[in-house]
Nanobody, 121 residues
Framework: QVQLVESGGGLVQPGGSLTLSCVAS????????MSWYRQAPGKQRELVAR???????NYADSVKGRFTISRDNAKNTVYLQTISLKPEDTAVYYC???????????????WGQGTQVTVSS
């Protein structure tokens, strides 16, 4: 089994900052792409940021310049550093990781349970 556990969510004022973390554990040969998604009430889940195993990144236009995704491959951990938070950033943030559990095995996606980020004054 593979488990993803997010942490770092909470309540922050507009303009504030927050750093989210996600740790992958269990039977893991290699972690490939790692991503952050978010889902606000009444809205679809959307991709926020993605980072490949080689360090290439992609961001949603709405967060570009404010959010930074990074990873520590030795710890199977992905981070999302956020600054200049806006009320519209309020959502449950989910971690996703594409994991290869054994050599030559199929790569499969895994999800964390989510962490709440609330931006409000």
């Amino acid at each position: 089994q593979v488990q993803l556990v997010e942490s770092g969510g909470g309540l922050v004022q507009p303009g504030g900052s927050l750093t989210l973390s996600c740790v992958a554990s269990g039977s893991i040969y290699r972690v490939n792409d790692m991503s952050w998604y978010r889902q606000a009430p009444g809205k679809q889940r959307e991709l926020v940021a993605r980072i490949t195993s080689g360090g290439s990144t992609n961001y949603a236009d709405s967060v570009k310049g404010r959010f930074t995704i990074s990873r520590d491959n030795a710890k199977n951990t992905v981070y999302l550093q956020t600054i200049s938070l806006k009320p519209e950033d309020t959502a449950v943030y989910y971690c996703n990781a594409v994991v290869q559990r054994q050599r030559f095995s199929l790569l499969l996606p895994y999800w964390g349970q989510g962490t709440q980020v609330t931006v409000s004054s």
